[in-house]
């Protein structure tokens, strides 16, 4: 049963694929897809995953014309309101769509900023784990041997403890490490969270990219280019890496979501950039959501939880679209 | 397998050493007790400084932290452990005390999710591509996606605040937000502890069923593709023995690994849902003595989490060679 629904599922390699009889209208086509194409043909029927890009790329761009579309200044409080009220703590209204925090700051206004700083230190923690992920997963796969084993012995030390834990513990101890406050800056900055964040972040990726290449460096094409006389490194870069670039970019966008959310629960209890240094995150306003739960502030609570939950969601869900896409053996919709 | 076991065994003394170290190591650093002892006791003569740093190994340089390690190392392991540098008291009471809470709600968050979410994964697995199995693995990946302190600020305000003023007579949708007992309880009460755990487990329960959802119904679409599975049909078993029989039982497999692992890690505690709730685990635990920079408090909270881990996961291999007689020792 596994045949019939590879015909237009899954991609085994071979220029037959387009001409299956019974394959649907868009795969008649009578030239054969690159495995790219048909990557993207099956991320595009995917339809939660289409959904959330859209949604995320909308948010994106909302976020980064943040002087446009927020109506306040991140610090900046409200001073003018209808019929002269007080602006602290003012219920959603026209003046403050979301309602404005204890020292009269719009809600709304701080939240897009909020976000923009989150996904940026996110997007950075992220890119700096993939990068250094994939290059010590791809030279322990390649090599082999004792860094492959110290690299793997590390990786189970650190999955040893809960993930809060390793961060905190490491997150003091950089701190009191005075040779390298010039380079990670001080613990409160923000910096030094993305660096915290990417220390972290490359385990899970060094093992995708090592699994990827200890089982595509036995392949045909692998051994013909080095039977060619071709580098290790030159396999790496040009032969192994660009075979692996899905479950990369699968863990690419699963880093991004892991690095906002930790950074939100890091502020959230008082451990990650502190306002001082400009850092209005998206996790320090979920954070000062503690304090309004019992007074029954919900905006203060309901706003900031809902976009957290809707930057996770929805890379998450582009996350798993692209994993669906990528790796033919995981089928959506089998027998 | 009793020599596979015991070859395990005694390598987890080397790792536990090597880890205990580090982590000695990366806590000394971090948390500098002699200036948390400053801290908790202001007016300390230099005399009593110096006693302190004598008493609890804390010398400086490489080779003091080898020292300090070993010193700290061998009161450990004879049940002569420093007193917390805040309060000065024992250590070990107030570890079992949270141990045990933490063991609870975690076990039970996690035993809900192992149940309820292999229920959902197999009911999703048995129709790939239906509506069900979307729904279902929808709202897994929405579950996921949740982070534990949203769920926890939200269920606090809305079964804690907002019921009591809009339905003060439903007490039965009031719940309290923290702790384990009301305020001036004595002895055990089970009620009461219910009502105190209810939250807090279905913070950790939508996390967990969410997790186990996705596992089983991979696991058991893996098996369902599989060729001894067509085999097993065309012998003309029914359905739903081979769906017991044959599918369940493989597939179960990889599971049994994962709750074990997770198992393990529940006697770390559940650090961001015991702090919003403050229920007195291991995760309050850590957070406190990680605050004072508790020093005397934060080792031996480390060694118990790694231990539970390192002989979890061995159970979880164990386990595998066991239900798989393919696996050989």
Known sequence: MTDVLNSTVAA???????????????????????????????????????????????????????????????????????????????????DAWFGTDEIGRDLYSRLIYGTRLSLAIGLAAAVIGVLIGTAVGAYAGIKGGLFDDILMRVTDIFLAFPFLVALLVTRNMLGEIPWLEPIVGNRTSIRF??????????????????????????????????????????IVVRHLLPNSIGPILVALTFSVVAAVIAESTLSFFGFGPQPGSNATSLGLLVGSSKQNVLTGNWWMVVFPCAVLLLVALTVNMVGDGLRDATDPKLQRGGS | MFRFVARRLIWAVPTLMIVTFLVYVAIRIGTNPVASYLRSNQRASQANIDEYIESNGLYEGFGGYIKGYFKWLGGFVTGDWPNSIKGNREVWPNLKDALGNSVRLAGIGAALGIIVGCTFGVFAALRPGSLRDGTVNTTALVMLSIPPFV?????????????????????????????????????????????????????????????????????????LNSDYLRTARSKGINERRVLVRHAMRNAMLPIVTLAAIDFGLLFGGLII?????????????????????????????????????????LLADMSYAFLDPRIRL
Do not use: C
Request: proline share 6%; glycine share 8%; no cysteine.
């Open chain 1, 193 to 234: 969270i993305i660096f915290l964040l990417a220390l972290f972040g490359w385990m899970g990726v060094a093992r995708v990219v090592r699994g990827q290449v200890l089982a595509l460096k036995e392949r045909e094409f692998v051994e013909a280019s080095r039977a060619l006389g071709a580098t290790n490194r030159r």
């Open chain 2, 151 to 223: 769920s926890a600020v939200i269920l606090q305000m809305v079964f804690a605040v907002y019921t009591r003023r809009w339905w003060p007579d439903a007490t039965w949708l009031h719940f309290p937000t923290s702790g384990v007992y009301p305020p001036g309880n004595r002895g055990f009460n089970l009620s009461a502890m219910i009502e105190h755990l209810t939250l807090p487990v279905i913070v950790v329960a939508i996390q967990s069923v969410a997790v186990y959802t996705r596992y089983m119904r991979a696991s058991l679409l893996d098996v």
């Open chain 1, 12 to 94: 085994p390699a071979g220029p037959e694929i387009g001409l299956v009889p019974d394959a649907d209208a868009e795969g008649l086509t009578s030239k054969s897809l690159s495995p790219r194409q048909m990557a993207m043909r099956r991320f595009l029927s995917h339809k939660p995953a289409v959904i959330a890009t859209v949604a995320l790329v909308l948010m994106v761009a909302f976020v980064l014309l943040a002087p446009l579309t927020a109506r306040y200044g991140v610090n900046e409080s409200i001073f003018r309101t209808e019929g002269g009220v007080s602006n602290r703590y003012l219920t959603p209204r026209a």
């Open chain 2, 273 to 313: 849902t015991e702090n919003i709730f403050e229920y007195p685990g291991m995760g309050r635990f850590f957070l406190n003595a990680y605050g004072n920079g508790d020093f005397p408090e934060l080792m031996p909270w480390m060694v118990i989490v790694v231990l539970a881990v390192i002989m979890f996961n």
